[in-house]
């Protein structure tokens, strides 16, 4: 049987971990000990795919996955955020956490700035200032969607790109 974890900070992950395991007729968890989540990892059979959310360079699901990898199952990561879709999966940035064996999948997430913390709204509007100082001719497309969305309520969630995930957990990939 497949098992779903998530860790999801403003709702997005635990959105697709939702729909993911509803189709899969599974429940989701969170986790927060991981000594314990190594014991059950261990205990378990069947594929593993972690939700998880990303900030910066930051992605709170690349322990479980390394556990899950550590004990024997097949795993999978589903990587949430607000780069540019394209962008994430070519620059392919968890290759360099988790390693070829964990499979890696990226989802375009949710951002609403009328739900951020004032530590995280102080953090984007840094970021957004640096990135406004780049002349427009040498900003990405990323670059310039992050300008472009800021202080909005941004929704990108599209619960169709769950459809490989699925296929890789009934091992149809």
Request: glycine residues 6%; proline residues 5%; negative net charge.
């Amino acid at each position: 049987m497949v098992q779903v974890l998530y860790q999801s900070q403003y709702g997005s992950s635990k959105q697709y971990a939702e729909a993911f395991a509803a189709l899969l007729d599974v429940a989701p968890a969170t986790w927060d000990d991981s000594l314990a989540l190594q014991t059950e990892l261990e205990a378990g059979e069947g594929p593993v795919v972690v939700f998880s959310y990303i900030h910066g360079p930051r992605v709170p699901g690349v322990e479980a996955a390394l556990a899950a990898h550590k004990a024997g199952r097949p795993t999978a990561i589903c990587c949430v955020g607000m780069t540019l879709i394209q962008k994430a999966r070519k620059d392919d940035s968890l290759a360099a956490q988790v390693g070829d064996d964990i499979v890696r999948f990226y989802l375009p997430g949710r951002l609403n700035y009328s739900e951020l913390s004032s530590a995280h709204m102080t953090v984007m509007r840094g970021i957004i200032q640096a990135l406004k100082l780049k002349p427009r001719a040498l900003r990405s497309d990323n670059d310039q969607s992050m300008i472009d969305s800021f202080k909005k309520d941004i929704d990108r969630v599209d619960l169709n790109e769950l459809e490989p995930v699925v296929a890789w957990a009934k091992g149809e990939s």
